[in-house]
């Protein structure tokens, strides 16, 4: 099993730049999740998707989007990317067992650089 | 809301010396927690998670963290530091039952020769 995979490994970006990022997990999982990991913050949650078909925000939203596909896939979209969304991004899943926090499985992250 | 403090963000320690990483948390119930661990350039893996069995909790290459109510503490340790242990450190809380993880700042060890 590859897990949790993730494109692109890198990206550069002009500010006002589109792009999106994918995500995708072999492992049957429920429940995905998109964070961004800045120096000294921590993760912080984008945007999480408890099923198919629902989404919902997390802690930093603002300037994103994201399309729950089917099961399996995940993406992240900038529409207008900023200097401030400057960071390296990570897709993770789990099984997502209702009345349960299980562990939550990470892909390698996307580096992303806006210019 | 669920918060989570991780006391200082750079740890360093000597190989074969007592790792501690400190966390506590901020919530009216006793909720789920977990440590996870950053090798660079990686993304994040489960270390172990207290989810209200056993009070101490024991996770991969010979860490452990016990929670205590009465601090609002999950700190970690590991007897004896190797050098492969040099990474970033997260601590994270959840309600339970919830699927969302709320993640501490982090904690870089790193071990000194």
């Known amino acids: 099993n590859a897990g949790v995979t993730q494109t692109p490994k890198f990206q550069v970006l002009k500010t006002g730049q589109s792009m999106t990022l994918q995500c995708a997990q072999d492992?049957?999982?429920?429940?995905m999740y998109w964070y961004r990991q800045d120096p000294g913050m921590g993760l912080r949650l984008i945007y999480y998707?408890?099923?198919?078909?629902?989404?919902d925000k997390g802690e930093v939203p603002n300037g994103y989007n994201v399309s729950r596909l089917n099961k399996r896939e995940f993406s992240l979209r900038l529409e207008s990317a900023a200097p401030s969304q400057t960071s390296v991004y990570f897709c993770?899943?789990?099984?997502?067992?209702?009345?349960?926090?299980?562990?939550?499985?990470f892909g390698p992250g996307t580096r992303l650089t806006v210019l | 809301a669920q918060s989570v403090t991780q006391l200082g963000s750079h740890v360093s320690v000597s190989e074969g010396a007592l790792v501690l990483l400190r966390c506590n948390y901020s919530s009216s119930v006793p909720p789920y927690l977990f440590w996870y661990v950053q090798y660079p350039n990686q993304g994040l893996q489960l270390l172990l998670k207290?989810?209200?069995?056993?009070?101490l909790v024991k996770g991969i290459n010979d860490f452990e963290a016990e929670f205590k109510k009465s601090e609002t503490s999950f700190h970690l340790t590991k007897p004896s530091a190797h050098m492969s242990d040099a990474a970033e450190y997260f601590c994270?809380?959840?309600?339970?039952?919830?699927?969302?993880?709320?993640f501490g700042q982090g904690t870089r060890l790193t071990i000194n020769p």
């Open positions: 492992m049957n999982h429920n429940s």
């Open positions: 994270a809380v959840s309600d339970r039952g919830a699927q969302k993880l709320v």
């Open positions: 207290y989810t209200s069995a056993a009070t």
């Open positions: 993770a899943s789990s099984r997502g067992l209702a009345g349960y926090t299980d562990t939550q499985y």
């Open positions: 998707s408890a099923s198919e078909g629902t989404t």
